[in-house]
Nanobody, 127 residues
Framework: QVQLVESGGGSVQAGASLRLSCVGSGFTFSRYAMGWFRQAPGKEREFVGRISFGAGSTYYAAAVEGRFTISRDNAKNTVYLEMNSLKPGDTAVYYC????????????????????WGQGTQVTVSS
């Protein structure tokens, strides 16, 4: 079955960097766009970024644009989220997710656009 496993979270000081990884299995990874979302305590799950299935296009939430970078290695079935200049407001559980539809292109930012989710990895940024 489809499985997504995130790793790389941790506790850091403001200004630091982290790189999250998400390994997919149980499906043809290279056929699906992948998304990153986050959820802070008491808040809704929010879109962070998306990368197209061929890695030709990336999209970011305004809050992370210029600080976060999404990339993928289809040979390793892995998508990454490089996070720089972290702020306390970035504190959340971070989830990777697989697009509902194979080979779909375009701007799909709602959680409902994604069918499968990882278990999440905690990122805590202290001031």
């Amino acid at each position: 079955q489809v499985q997504l496993v995130e790793s790389g979270g941790g506790s850091v000081q403001a200004g630091a960097s982290l790189r999250l990884s998400c390994v997919g299995s149980g499906f043809t990874f290279s056929r699906y766009a992948m998304g990153w979302f986050r959820q802070a305590p008491g808040k809704e799950r929010e879109f962070v970024g998306r990368i197209s299935f061929g890695a030709g296009s990336t999209y970011y939430a305004a809050a992370v644009e210029g600080r976060f970078t999404i990339s993928r290695d289809n040979a390793k079935n892995t998508v990454y989220l490089e996070m720089n200049s972290l702020k306390p407001g970035d504190t959340a559980v971070y989830y990777c997710a697989r697009d509902t539809l194979a080979l779909r292109v375009g701007r799909h930012f709602a959680p409902s656009d994604y069918t499968n989710w990882g278990q999440g990895t905690q990122v805590t940024v202290s001031s």
